[in-house]
């Protein structure tokens, strides 16, 4: 008898590959129904990602300056948020840069003419 475990559809590389691919998708679909929405959808996601991987930060920071040793069985879960903050952050990143005629079209050159 063979355990679920052992037993998996897509290789331990490609998940993350076709959650990429399924993001694009629905991202893609989103820009072409209505860009101002998709790109303040983006916005909005990568801030609240920003925030939560900032807050596990704030809270290894704390648990470490003050020498708590309750918090071992979390560390690993919070090291795993604060480490996703370049996904959020790089969300932010793009949807300022690329969206920015979209989201603040007040931001465009000639836009106060």
């Not at 991987?53 to 919070?78: C, D, E, M, Q, T």
Request: some cysteine.
């Amino acid at each position: 008898m063979t355990s679920r475990s052992n037993v998996s559809l897509l290789p331990r590389i490609g998940r993350p590959v076709l959650l990429l691919a399924m993001c694009a998708l629905v991202l893609a679909a989103g820009m072409a129904l209505d860009s101002q929405r998709a790109w303040s959808a983006v916005l909005i996601a990568g801030v609240t990602g920003v925030q939560v991987a900032l807050g596990a930060l704030l809270y290894i920071a704390l648990f470490s300056v003050s020498g708590a040793k309750w918090w071992y069985p979390l560390r690993r879960h919070l090291l795993e948020l604060a480490g996703l903050l370049p996904v959020p952050l790089l969300a932010v990143v793009l949807s300022v840069l690329i969206g920015l005629g979209v989201l603040y079209p007040w931001a465009l050159p000639g836009a106060a003419e």
